[in-house]
């Protein structure tokens, strides 16, 4: 069983940056596939970004390509996602997930985050 716990969410203006951050606990991250997935108000959860193990295969939706950056330190067990040049487009409440296979497909992951709230002003 792995616990996962989202932080760094905020209120930020367009044009700037957030970090958010992804703790586990109860297992090692390094056996997992790791993915950041977000969800609008009315929208359907979408992919934003994953990492596989070792990361060097990452993944990026074509809204985030450019701005969003993935990455992942196994040795404090921890996902992250740099965020810049954010759009009021990018207000959603992001989750941080984990699975065992590869995938953008938000069923492929076992376990997921509580979430945190990204509100993005124009």
């Known amino acids: 069983q792995v616990q996962l716990v989202e932080s760094g969410g905020g209120l930020v203006q367009a044009g700037g940056s957030l970090r958010l951050s992804c703790a586990a606990s109860?297992?090692?991250?390094?056996?997992?596939?790791m993915g950041w997935f977000r969800q609008a108000p009315g929208k359907v959860r979408e992919v934003v970004a994953t990492i596989a193990w070792n990361g060097r295969n990452t993944y990026y939706a074509a809204s985030v390509k450019g701005r969003f950056t993935i990455s992942r330190d196994n040795a404090k067990n921890t996902v992250y996602l740099q965020m810049n040049s954010l759009e009021p487009e990018d207000t959603a409440v992001y989750y941080c997930?984990?699975?065992?296979?590869?995938?953008?497909?938000?069923?492929?992951?076992?376990?997921w985050g509580q979430g945190t709230q990204v509100t993005v002003s124009s």
């Open positions: 109860g297992r090692t991250l390094s056996s997992y596939v």
């Open positions: 997930a984990a699975g065992s296979r590869y995938s953008i497909i938000s069923t492929a992951y076992d376990y």
